[in-house]
């Protein structure tokens, strides 16, 4: 299991309880991400906080190999920018740093005009995706082209 230990939220308080003494009889268990369609799409926008990590390596993995698209990966410290994620050729992945005033949601916004024809992809804090949910509908987005999660909140 991969999950990204922040601050706020039952999969994070339920996480934290988890260690190698557990009986695995009280745990549950997980089935995605699966990217609810992301993962057949031919061009990608995706975008993400630490949060959504495990979730954004998982959806590259499963792209066809002809897949297109940018993913915007922000992490507190640039240090931080290691997760173990593979990109497609044709996949771009742009690591950002908070503490270097980097965002992914302003990325992702910048970039969104040239994705007419991707699907979009976030999962972050829960202000941050309604912006970009909001901001992808004005722009004539259909619902069926967006996977957009907060995950947490501030």
Known sequence: MDIFIHEGGRT???????????????CVGLSGPVGGGLMQADRVLMASDETGFPAAARILE????KATGEVFLEAKHRTDCRYP???LKGVKITWLARERSE????SALQALP???ESKIWLAGEREDARILR???KASGRVK???????????
């Open 144 to 154: 069926e082209d967006l996977r957009i999660s907060g995950f947490w909140r501030r």
């Open 114 to 116: 040239q994705h007419t």
């Open 62 to 65: 499963g792209l066809p190999v």
């Open 134 to 136: 909001d901001a992808a």
């Open 85 to 87: 994620i593979d990109a």
């Open 12 to 26: 994070i308080d339920w996480a934290q309880g988890i260690n190698d003494g557990t009986d695995p009889r009280i």
């Open 103 to 106: 965002d992914f949601l302003a």
